[in-house]
């Protein structure tokens, strides 16, 4: 699958479009105004719409979805395919059409790409560049108001994966509702990851009968059933179909890594990188976009943390610090969503007894949250005010989407 | 185990009606109890399990349409709330709850459905899903303040003559005609997430009195106050 000798022969339309893009990008960035590739994707979309299909034709393309944990997916996704040759991505996270075109217009040389996709517009996408292959981690309630019904969600990407004959559709089958969306695709491989965000899949995505789970598999009487999985995940084990176990043996805490690490071993091996060498690309990575990555400021040791919806929160909670005081920022953006009742399924009762301190521009709905959860808090709007609040030490300091991005932007401005 | 002057609180089927933050208000209901020194449990209804017709308020939220159908279906085999609402149980129904509740929906499939009958109200599909902050002024004897919270739903609820709307909308769509919500008795639906009791602290309370039989004295929360000025503050504007 190694390809160099890869040239863009694009129509004029699309060149002068994408030349266009990319001044507008400089601009941006030269301007001030933050993420310049998005900006240039926008430009050339408007010029040329199908310039997403002509500048992603002639590469090995892996397009990465799911509601949690795409851009910890498609960093080690593209961490292991680098072992073959240059890899194109939207690292910063911009998973809307426009950035997805914008990480192809940085790289257009490049064989390999790894693209992670809002699995809103992941059937879109997938219709104009034609992807070798697709991974689906999970699917939950995210962004409620924006994405709508996980459900409906679920269908558009299950007609998505069916109109792929050629694509490998690399799929969590823990998860009842990527599960659907994977059955039909032309060649699933199944990885059994363990983890299982179960509150949206009580009822069949199929038929809408009750979906019954018992000791890690789960069943409908309509026939639809956790399918045998290739690959499977136990602790730091997996398993891979030509029998090997691999110690993971991450540097990235937690169960959600880890299952996404089976997820983009599986993947990294039918582009052509096998596990044990991908897996040692893989130990490499110690911080995804400033996630999990701890902030040294003149009184404060800050340990950032993103999380987005109650599946995020989920894993969050245990892996706080003990005795540490805990700021939170919420948002509630177009890109957080802005209907913010999901902080009513976080069980931030667990917080109770530790110094927290309620920020983000949402913090009056954060703050209610917390009344109720008997967690007595601070309140600061100002997220780094919120921490000089604090007495000097250790941090942890969680956030959604732009909350944290926000607060990424304005420690990198300050170093 | 609870005894006698423990108030029961049922939340029912969160598994399939909780999509949107739903168990909050059962949260919303028990603390405000505690905080005044009244004994309240949560009791989780789950499918599978039989429907108690012997709690003091029932809770349903918000669920796709699959859910609500495996819902309204569940509920209608097992009728252990519509004896609790002959009995003079308090109920709050949250947008598929409120379509569950009524006597007819129809989802985007085009099939339609018979709900529980307990609120005089048919839903349609709406040509476009309404989505936004949802502003409405409660109707008489249903409490002086504004009523605020976010909206989330495709269904258009027509009211007949046994329901009353909760309010009439100030801004957002609600039922889709001006006005917001039903009630009947001691039953009362909304669109209204947030979730709606979270927000509207005057509702928790006038259900709460419903059951208790007296007006609850007032509870200052300071987050409470704040919360409602900035999503009220916001109604003028888009946000």
Known sequence: ?415 | MTDESTVRIGLVLPEVLGTYGDSGNATVLRKRLEWRGIDAAVVPVRLGDPVPSGLDLYLLGGGEDDAQALAVDYLRKHPGLQRAVASGAVVLGVCAGLQVLGTKFRAIDGVTQHGLGLLDVITEPGETRAVGELIAIPGAHLGDERLTGFENHLGQSLLGSSSTPLGRVARGTGNGDGTEGAVTGKVVATYLHGPVLARNPALADLLLGWLLGHPLPPLELTEVARLRAERLARGSSRS
């Not at chain 1, 060149?15 to 001030?32: D, K």
């Open chain 1, 1 to 415: 699958m190694h390809r160099t000798d890869v040239t863009i022969r694009s129509p004029l339309r699309s060149r002068a479009s994408v030349a266009a893009g990319r001044l507008t990008a400089w601009l941006s960035r030269n301007a001030g105004f933050g993420s310049g590739g998005m900006i240039g994707g926008r430009v050339t979309l408007k010029l040329d719409p199908q310039a997403l299909r002509r500048i992603g034709r002639d590469r090995a393309l892996v397009l990465v979805t799911g509601t949690n944990g795409k851009t910890t997916t498609s960093l080690m996704l593209s961490r292991a395919l680098e072992e073959l040759g240059e890899v194109a991505s939207n690292s910063d996270g911009a998973n809307l059409p426009d950035g997805v075109l914008a990480a192809l217009m940085a790289r257009p040389t490049a064989p390999f790409a790894v693209l992670e996709v809002d699995e809103a517009y992941l059937p879109w996408v997938a219709e104009q560049v034609q992807p070798s292959a697709v991974v689906l981690l999970n699917l939950s309630r995210d962004q409620l108001d924006r994405v709508g019904e996980v459900r409906g969600t679920e269908r558009e990407l299950r007609a998505a994966m069916a109109r792929l004959p050629n694509a490998i559709v690399v799929a969590n089958c823990d998860d009842v509702l990527v599960t659907s969306a994977a059955m039909d695709a032309a060649h699933p491989i199944w990885v059994s990851t363990g983890r299982l965000w179960r509150d949206d899949s009580v009822s069949c995505p199929r038929c809408g009968h009750a979906v019954c789970h018992l000791m890690g598999q789960w069943s409908c009487t309509c026939g639809l059933k956790r399918p045998t999985p290739d690959w499977s995940l136990a602790g730091d084990l997996l398993s891979t179909p030509a029998g090997q176990v691999i110690d993971l043996d991450l540097r990235l805490p937690g169960d959600a890594n880890r299952a996404n690490a089976a997820l983009a071993l599986a993947a990294a091996d039918n582009v052509g990188v096998p596990p044990d060498i991908a897996v040692k690309r893989l130990r490499t990575i110690s911080d995804i976009g400033g996630r999990y990555r701890t902030i040294r400021r003149a009184r404060h040791s800050v340990h950032l943390m993103l999380a987005k919806n109650p599946a995020g929160w989920a894993e969050t909670l245990p892996v706080l610090v003990e005795n540490t005081p805990v700021v939170i920022a919420v948002n509630g953006q177009e890109a957080d969503g802005r209907d913010l009742s999901w902080l009513w399924d976080v069980p931030f009762e667990q917080l109770r007894g530790r110094h927290v301190v309620a920020a983000g521009e949402r913090s009056a709905d954060l703050a209610v949250r917390l009344r109720y959860a008997d967690v007595s808090y601070q309140w600061e709007r100002d997220p780094v005010r919120a921490i000089d609040l604090l007495a000097p030490g250790s941090v942890e300091l969680v956030a959604n989407y732009t909350a944290f991005r926000e607060l990424v932007s304005r420690f990198d401005h300050d170093r």
